[in-house]
């Protein structure tokens, strides 16, 4: 069954993660107004994962183990193989990543390849692939538990470890994303229970005042804004999310919206070369990058998402099917 509201959500997911990495295509003189962005919109990828879980689960009764596995490998692995090409040969031939490990560059270009293909380090965006593919690898062992529902029990303790663990290499962000992929686990397979709960005024009430004061916590006594306050804040941001979707799922009838949606995974894939390249073409002009103000920072981000999808609605009218090797859409 077509779930509208989560594929809504999945369009408002995309928002989140492109203008997270916007927020980096300008020098901000405000850092009190660039923090506050960084809190509320960035770690957009906590509802990508939420998402990501809850679908599986969804359309865990008719898992087949192969079929399973062939369509990440067409849908995913491949396009994450193509779409890393450029990225790649540039940092290994012309220049050096600074977001790579000390002593990276004192591997070979082979090596160096495989360690970009291994851990995403290549592109902004793309550290989250080798991550959520560690989840596919898992997947029957995640049916069998969705199943007993055991699992479930554990998820309060499967939040503070994802607490105390952060993101990084593959693994370490495969235990720390474990919580929010079983939580969507946990809000689909109990939907017809959870949904209206969480799409109740009252649930409403409670969880916006939440969301705001843990982003005043952060702001004002956390270092940094990808802490563990944030990661409970998207948590609760994405609970929130759909019990909204949900509530206002028969008003859903944007073919805009829509589209974001279907070209989301795609515009994932290719948002960060825009993003580049129009700060490596504003640095030319002006000789100087961006600086970040709000209405600038809207327009950028907008921009990017609109013009990223309208590329993949492109490349999926000249390749049809096959367009799903190439960008995943």
């Given amino acids: 069954m077509f779930l509208g509201y989560i594929h809504y959500f999945r369009a408002l997911a995309i928002f989140f993660i492109v203008a997270g990495h916007s927020i980096d295509a300008f020098i901000w003189s405000n850092e009190d107004i660039e923090k506050i962005l960084r809190i509320l919109i960035s770690n957009g990828s906590v509802l990508f994962v939420f998402i990501a879980g809850y679908l599986f689960q969804h359309l865990s009764h008719k898992?087949?183990?192969?079929?399973?596995?062939?369509?990440?490998?067409?849908?995913?692995?491949?396009?994450?193989?193509?779409?890393?090409?450029?990225?790649?040969?540039?940092?290994?031939?012309?220049?050096?990543?600074?977001?790579?490990?000390?002593?990276?560059?004192?591997?070979?270009?082979?090596?160096?390849?495989?360690?970009?293909?291994?851990?995403?380090?290549?592109?902004?965006?793309?550290?989250?692939?080798?991550?959520?593919?560690?989840?596919?690898?898992?997947?029957?062992?995640?049916?069998?538990?969705?199943?007993?529902?055991?699992?479930?029990?554990?998820?309060?303790?499967?939040?503070?470890?994802?607490?105390?663990?952060?993101?990084?290499?593959?693994?370490?962000?495969?235990?720390?994303?474990?919580?929010?992929?079983?939580?969507?686990?946990?809000?689909?397979?109990f939907k017809t229970k959870i949904n209206p709960l969480i799409s109740h005024n009252l649930f409403i009430l409670i969880a916006v005042p939440l969301i705001v004061y843990l982003a005043y916590y952060e702001f004002h006594y956390k270092d940094g804004t990808m802490t563990y306050v944030n990661y409970l804040q998207k948590l609760m941001m994405s609970v929130f999310f759909l019990g909204l979707f949900f509530k206002f799922n028969s008003y859903l009838n944007s073919k805009v919206i829509g589209t974001i949606a279907d070209t989301s995974f795609g515009v994932f894939f290719i948002h960060s070369y825009f993003l580049t390249a129009g700060k490596l073409l504003f640095f030319n002009v002006y000789e100087k990058n961006a600086s970040g103000d709000l209405v600038a920072y809207f327009i950028v981000a907008t921009t990017t998402l609109f013009a990223c999808s309208l590329i993949i609605l492109l490349i999926k009218k000249i390749f049809g099917k096959y367009s799903k090797l190439i960008v995943g859409s």
């Fill in 63 to 189: 898992f087949d183990k192969s079929k399973y596995y062939r369509s990440k490998l067409k849908n995913v692995i491949v396009p994450y193989l193509l779409i890393s090409i450029p990225a790649i040969l540039i940092f290994v031939t012309i220049i050096e990543r600074e977001s790579v490990w000390e002593g990276f560059y004192d591997y070979s270009i082979l090596q160096q390849i495989g360690l970009f293909y291994l851990t995403g380090k290549h592109l902004a965006p793309l550290w989250f692939i080798p991550m959520i593919s560690i989840f596919y690898l898992i997947a029957p062992i995640l049916v069998k538990a969705d199943k007993g529902k055991i699992i479930y029990f554990f998820l309060p303790i499967f939040i503070i470890v994802s607490c105390y663990f952060g993101r990084g290499l593959p693994h370490e962000s495969f235990v720390h994303f474990f919580s929010i992929y079983l939580l969507g686990m946990f809000c689909s397979h």
